[in-house]
């Protein structure tokens, strides 16, 4: 060391003592406050709209429950919420002469609870819903074990043979090439109603392996979906795309809308694009226009591309990516064991 060198002692940096939660100071308070509103206000925002639309469907219904019943409208506990599912039971369902279907009121629950905890701020015990899950339960074993049947069920899945039988339906027209695209669009990705509706016209993007399609808005988180040339012509989503948006004009409109409506007479395309109700009808219509007796629904393309890809073989997650399920799915799992109990059969060289 040289005499201009000082030595100096290392510095020992001591962390400040952890303070319990129940001695923070006024400010500290409710500046955490002001972070925790600030979350639940980001989450809430962020929400895509169809979940936001359920959610106050939801809330809707719940408070229609209380009205009636008298429970006070914040009273979200385990006892209410069984109370709620057994007044839903007797309630009409979305078809005239129905009751609501369990799937339905299953996700009253959860709308309920999710927005008592976001919207309204309310500390609810972890499992507030157990209970009323398990009487639902109880409810549709009853149900089972009297014949009785609610709701619509699963979708039919929307399957290759059915394309092509629809796809030779089309009209030679450019509503009959819109609807083509949608169909196998809708098939291809195993699209939601509503992510195909929010499509813009940027978000399909040519690739040399064919085409790569940005659902930007989704139910569970955005996804960029790869579409391959099909080896059929008159199925191949890639050109069926390419013929809509050549045809309607909108290739040099990246904010257009990717399917347009149709003027009524004209058939020219205008400036609003379909709305997911609108999606749904085009495939019940498609199959309806190629004499299929299956009724089809918006959900039929997502449920045929699950099951058409299990039955060559490919993995769950290479589905579920394709069609943006959540991991774990219980209702991917419900269509691939359609498939996997001929695949994987206890009786097979058996008997």
Known sequence: MSEH????????????????????????????????????????????????????????????????????????????LVMFVEWLWTQPG???????????????????????????????????????????????????????????????????????????????????????????????????????????????????????VDLRVSKVSPRTDPITFASRPSICPVRAWHAWRDASGIANQPNSPAYRRLHNRWHTPMEAGLSPEAIGDVITRAGQRAGIEIRFTGHSPRRGLATASRLKGHDRIVIAKQGGWAPGSKVLDDYLEVVDQWEDNALIGVM
């Open 5 to 80: 060198q000082v030595e100096v002692e290392p510095v020992t940096v001591r962390p400040a003592p952890a303070v319990r939660p129940e001695a923070y100071d006024a400010p500290t308070r409710a500046a955490l406050a002001h972070i925790d509103r600030q979350a639940v206000q980001d989450v809430r925002d962020n929400r895509p709209k169809n979940t936001q639309d359920s959610y106050e469907q939801d809330w809707a219904t719940w408070s229609r429950f209380c009205a009636e019943t008298g429970v006070p409208l914040l009273a979200v506990t385990s006892g209410t």
């Open 94 to 212: 979305w078809r005239k002469g129905t009751l609501a279907a369990p799937s339905t009121i299953d996700r009253r629950i959860t709308g309920t609870v999710v927005t008592a905890r976001t919207d309204h701020e309310l500390t609810l015990e972890e499992g507030v819903a157990r209970l009323a899950r398990n009487r639902l339960k109880q409810l549709v074993k009853e149900m089972e074990q009297d014949g009785e049947q609610r709701g619509r069920g699963q979708a039919p899945p929307l399957l290759v043979d059915h394309l092509i039988k629809i796809s030779a339906a089309m009209p030679d027209n450019l509503m009959g090439i819109r609807d083509r695209s949608i169909v196998l669009t809708h098939f291809s990705v195993a699209g939601r109603e509503h992510e195909i509706a929010a499509t813009r016209v940027r978000d399909y993007a040519d690739d040399p392996g064919g085409l790569l």
